[in-house]
């Protein structure tokens, strides 16, 4: 499939984050009390909030796949990772907050936003060879 990249592990990369973000981003709407549950009480319209991160994980976890729209997607869902970052520093610098969660996980959810966005840049980047027609 011409749409692919050529490389393999760029195609397992490239399938993995449009799956993620694309299951997160309906988990927004099915479990949207654990969304709601990790929002920093300084932002407001908490539910609103996780409503729109949805619709833009979603939008970014199918985006990805078209080689037209992967860039854009992509730079999209980085953005998303930022955008998102303070509710885990939140639930860091508040762990009674989640009793659910040892306060090493939630510690540990910081540094994976990184191998996060590490993927979704992999994903995204050019291809480096010319793509074959299938």
């Not at 973000?21 to 319209?45: R, S």
């Not at 970052?85 to 040892?102: G, K, V």
């Not at 994976?112 to 010319?130: G, H, I, K, N």
């Amino acid at each position: 499939m011409t749409w692919l990249p050529t490389s393999i592990p760029q195609r397992i990369v490239l399938f993995i984050v449009a799956f993620q973000y694309t299951y997160v981003g309906v988990q927004h709407f099915t479990n949207a009390e654990f969304f709601v549950a990790i929002m920093p009480p300084y932002l407001p319209f908490h539910l609103e909030l996780v409503y729109l991160s949805g619709v833009f994980e979603i939008l970014g976890g199918i985006g990805i796949l078209p080689p037209q729209t992967r860039r854009f997607a992509g730079w999209g869902l980085l953005a998303l990772l930022v955008a998102v970052y303070p509710a885990n520093i939140h639930m860091a610098m508040n762990p009674e907050l989640y009793p659910d969660m040892s306060p090493t996980a939630l510690y540990v959810r910081l540094p994976v936003q990184f191998v996060f966005a590490a993927l979704v840049w992999y994903a995204m980047r050019p291809d480096a060879a010319p793509a074959t027609a299938d």
